[in-house]
Every structure is written in structure tokens, then in C-alpha cells.
T-cell receptor, first 113, second 113 residues
Framework: GENVGLHLPTLSVQEGDNSIINCAYS??????FIWYKQESGKGPQFIID?????DKRQGQRVTVLLNKTVKHLSLQIAATQPGDSAVYFC????????????FGAGTILRVKS | KAGVTQTPRYLIKTRGQQVTLSCSPI?????VSWYQQTPGQGLQFLFE???????NKGNFPGRFSGRQFSNSRSEMNVSTLELGDSALYLC????????????FGQGTRLTVV
């Protein structure tokens, strides 16, 4: 895949278990933090976002947590499925810079059946 | 509704040549951003166009340029290609400025030999 050279961290989980993917960000001024998923051979796909003035947001099977004190973002996936296997990226957006996304290195999620 | 279309999907060029990549955003989307994805550097922002104007530019040399047409279609050009320009180039479209949900195409895989 595109990110093998970065020696991305890999998270292996059993199907049906919950997954937690972590991300450390750098810019305290970012307005939004976003999670994207990239499957092999495809472009990144939006999962969920969270505004900087929130600390938790839930979607369908996913929850994003934001800890601004330690500049940490996490994505929790409930009841992980084989289709969740992908590379997950956190990204920051600062509205002053338009739609520019600053991506983290990524985490590989492998789901074992 | 058609997704983001990037052409060509694959391209092989020789050092010193130039290349033009094309991106057709989702109908109605006015913002188009370009990203370079490599194993060593991950996903990096190149530039963003909105209503035919470049709104933001990443830290890439002047050999990388782009433009957007009145129908929101965008092209990026890389002149005097170097081996290090080999990458997956991704285009993302957004409905408006400040939208966190970007829709990515499948990318153009450029190989420079």
C-alpha cells in the first residue's frame, strides 16, 4: 500500500471486538479534527469529524474523542467487521486555510475473522 | 450521483518531462484540492481551488501548478519531472469552503523513470 514505507502502526483485532485508533495532533488552533479511512486501491473516505470545542461525537458504530489538553484524538469502532480493514488517518482543518487537510501518518487496522 | 473522476489512472513518464493530471469533481462541488501520497511522506496537501481561484498552496516547488475551470474541473501540472515525483496524486472535492467532508477520487498513479 501507499503507506508501508512509513512503517505505520498496525492494530489487529478480532471480528466483533471494539477497536481504538489513536492520533496525536500538533496544531492547537485547528478548528476541526476528522477521521478518514482508506481502503486498498481507493482514495480516503470521510468517516466522522469533531469540532474543536467538543470532546466527543458519535456516529454509526464510531465515536471520536478529543482531548485538547494532551492534543490527542481517538476513533472507536464498535463491533469491528472485516470491511473495516483499512488505513485510518486523522486530519486537522484550520478554517483560515480553506479546505486544506493536514493528515497524520495513519494506522493500519486488520480485522481477523 | 457520479463521484470524483481522475484521469488517467496510471501514467509513466521520463525524468525531465512534464505531466498534466485531470480531476472532475462531484457535480455542484466548487472546491477542488490536490494531495500527493507517497510511502515516505504520507498524504501531503498540494493546493486548493475554489471558484477558479487558488485559495491555498502547500510546500511544494513551483514545478507543481494547477488550475480550475469554470465548470469546476481542475488540472494539475508537474514540469521537469524528478524521480521523487513518483506518487499517487489524489483529488478531493468539497461542496463549499470550510467543509470537512472531502470526497476523494481513486487517484492517478504517476511513475517517473
Amino acid at each position: 500500500g501507499e503507506n508501508v514505507g512509513l512503517h505505520l502502526p498496525t492494530l489487529s483485532v478480532q471480528e466483533g471486538d471494539n477497536s481504538i485508533i489513536n492520533c496525536a495532533y500538533s496544531n492547537s488552533a485547528s478548528d476541526y479534527f476528522i477521521w478518514y479511512k482508506q481502503e486498498s486501491g481507493k482514495g480516503p473516505q470521510f468517516i466522522i469529524d469533531i469540532r474543536s470545542n467538543m470532546d466527543k461525537r458519535q456516529g454509526q458504530r464510531v465515536t471520536v474523542l478529543l482531548n485538547k489538553t494532551v492534543k490527542h484524538l481517538s476513533l472507536q469502532i464498535a463491533a469491528t467487521q472485516p470491511g473495516d480493514s483499512a488505513v485510518y488517518f486523522c486530519a486537522e482543518m484550520y478554517m483560515e486555510y480553506g479546505n486544506k487537510l493536514v493528515f497524520g501518518a495513519g494506522t493500519i487496522l486488520r480485522v481477523k475473522s | 450521483k457520479a463521484g470524483v473522476t481522475q484521469t488517467p489512472r496510471y501514467l509513466i513518464k521520463t525524468r525531465g518531462q512534464q505531466v498534466t493530471l485531470s480531476c472532475s469533481p462531484i457535480s455542484g462541488h466548487r472546491s477542488v484540492s490536490w494531495y500527493q501520497q507517497t510511502p515516505g511522506q504520507g498524504l501531503q496537501f498540494l493546493f486548493e481551488y475554489f471558484s477558479e481561484t487558488q485559495r491555498n498552496k502547500g510546500n511544494f516547488p513551483g514545478r507543481f501548478s494547477g488550475r480550475q475551470f469554470s465548470n469546476s474541473r481542475s488540472e494539475m501540472n508537474v514540469s521537469t519531472l524528478e524521480l521523487g515525483d513518483s506518487a499517487l496524486y489524489l483529488c478531493a472535492s468539497s461542496l463549499f469552503q470550510g467543509g470537512t467532508e472531502a470526497f476523494f477520487g481513486q487517484g492517478t498513479r504517476l511513475t517517473v523513470v
